[in-house]
Antibody
Framework: QLQLQESGPGLVKPSETLSLTCTVS????????WTWIRQSPGKGLEWIGF???????TYSPSLKSRTTISVLTSRKQFSLNLSSVSAADTAVYYC?????????????WGQGTMVIVSS | SYELTQPPSVSVSPGQTASIICSGD??????ACWYQQKPGQSPLLVIY???KRPSGIPERFSGSNSGNTATLAISGTQAMDEADYYC??????????FGGGTRLTVL
């Protein structure tokens, strides 16, 4: 059974770059698409960006200028970089798989990792 | 940008059918999916491609999508179904969108 695990710093200073990694285990990273989603405390889900299996990426218009998603296939990992963070970026960040059930649905999620932006 | 709208809350009595709607412009022309999220847990896909259930999701969960509205129905609602539910759609271009979420309370 494919599983996902997010990792990265739990505390980031304002104006710095948030960097998270999602490790894929129990399945191929090359056969599926991958995405990042976040959830601010007490709020709803917000889509951040999507990486097709061929490495092509697309980002939320509201975060596009600050977001980069990339893959490290050999390590079965993909990453999220979010630059120039502020307190508004404090959230639980989830990685998820797309293309398992259907292209557009996210059928496997990581457990999420909380990131706090504070000095 | 594309938007999806959900009611903030829905209440249902145990054993009854809960219906949660999701509205968006010409949503019926796109595929809608639904996620269940319980406190402290990651979201769980319960419906994809409007009406399909992933393996392991009980048959009491069903979905439909037509016009501007997608609907998640939970028949024979149980206490364990109490959760936040989010609709989601791909806009057909480059963006994925979530609805604001609906808290289902089983009274």
């Amino acid at each position: 059974q494919l599983q996902l695990q997010e990792s990265g710093p739990g505390l980031v200073k304002p104006s710095e770059t948030l960097s998270l990694t999602c490790t894929v285990s129990g399945g191929s990273i090359s056969s599926y698409h991958w995405t990042w989603i976040r959830q601010s405390p007490g709020k709803g889900l917000e889509w951040i960006g999507f990486m097709y299996h061929n490495g092509t990426t697309t980002y939320s218009p509201s975060l596009k200028s600050r977001t980069t998603i990339s893959v490290l296939t050999s390590r079965k990992q993909f990453s999220l970089n979010l630059s120039s963070v502020s307190a508004a970026d404090t959230a639980v960040y989830y990685c998820a798989r797309a293309g398992g059930t259907s292209f557009d649905a996210f059928d496997i999620w990581g457990q999420g990792t909380m990131v706090i932006v504070s000095s | 940008s594309y938007e999806l709208t959900q009611p903030p809350s829905v209440s249902v009595s145990p054993g009854q059918t809960a219906s949660i709607i999701c509205s968006g412009d010409k949503l019926g022309d796109k595929y809608a999916c639904w996620y269940q999220q319980k406190p402290g847990q990651s979201p769980l896909l319960v419906i994809y491609q409007d009406s399909k259930r992933p393996s392991g999701i009980p048959e009491r969960f069903s979905g439909s999508n037509s016009g501007n509205t997608a609907t998640l129905a939970i028949s024979g609602t149980q206490a364990m179904d109490e959760a936040d539910y989010y609709c989601q759609a791909w806009d057909g271009g480059t963006d994925w969108v979530f609805g604001g979420g609906t808290r289902l309370t089983v009274l």
